[in-house]
């Protein structure tokens, strides 16, 4: 529910960002009308993809992400379903821009085919037929409303920008967890001496005039971390402790 809550207040604040200039938003996005017709054109592989995205989620084949995952392994389903729904919330703004730019659709869409993907878990031949046509006119649903998000966002700025920023975050996210999971393998390895490796290593790289990605950190830390240890541990230099 705190998510749930949280993505819909940003949601609210991004939509009330409108534009401060007379715009056409259909000259505005007139370049992207292409892309909108090329996505229409493929609305059934698109239904058919949808249909299957969201059977396999009633069969327990694939989730819609780690937390609603971990709440549907617990047979809590109602509450899978709302996590779920506050990451589509939440995905909206991405999706729908991505694909109005590139003209590439997901093949789960916005994810709130997981919504009632979830909820009709357990409901035998009747849930997964459910499943399968809810899926697929949820993803024909979404293709007929791209024309209208591409209107909209140049009325709404703000819902564009809220897009963008999730993409950063999510990446910026990663970066973050893959830097500190470094850290933390590094540390097992050389205890005390690991986090202070990876963090060096981390600051080398941003004053180094050609940094690698700050996701390649982390990793790349702890492999050098294990690769020294055992280089001074077969010179006498450092004691390998197993327990």
């Known amino acids: 529910m705190a998510l749930l809550v949280g993505i819909v207040a940003m949601i609210v604040v991004a939509a009330r ?28 592989i ?5 249909g299957i995205v969201a059977l396999a989620t009633t069969l327990l ?16 389903y109602a509450q899978a379903a709302i996590v779920a729904l506050g990451r589509t919330l939440g995905f909206i703004p991405l999706v729908m821009t991505t694909a109005i730019v590139s003209g590439v659709y997901s093949p789960a869409g916005t994810k709130l085919i997981h919504v009632p993907a979830i909820l009709f878990i357990n409901m ?4 997964m037929a459910g499943s399968f046509v809810t899926g697929a006119l949820i993803m024909v649903v979404e293709v007929l409303l791209l ?19 999730t993409r950063t975050a999510m990446s910026k996210v990663l970066d973050l967890a893959l830097l500190v999971g470094g850290m933390l ?32 950190i982390g990793p790349i830390g702890a492999i050098t971390m294990g690769i020294l240890v055992n280089i001074l541990h077969l010179i006498g230099l450092f004691p390998i402790v197993v327990k």
């Open 46 to 50: 698109l239904a058919l993809s949808g």
């Open 147 to 165: 024309g209208f998000i591409a209107q909209g966002m140049d009325k709404f700025p703000g819902m564009k920008d809220l897009g963008d920023n």
């Open 185 to 216: 393998a590094a540390n097992a390895i050389a205890p005390s001496i690991g986090y202070i490796w990876v963090i060096g290593l981390y600051f080398l790289n941003q004053a180094s005039k050609k940094p690698l990605s700050t996701m390649a």
């Open 17 to 44: 960002q409108k534009r401060t200039e007379d715009g056409n938003a259909a000259t505005a996005f007139a370049v992207f009308s292409k892309n909108i017709d090329r996505i229409k054109k493929n609305m059934l």
């Open 124 to 127: 035998g031949v009747m849930g």
């Open 61 to 76: 084949l694939i989730a819609e992400g780690p937390a609603s995952l971990t709440l549907t392994a617990e047979g809590q």
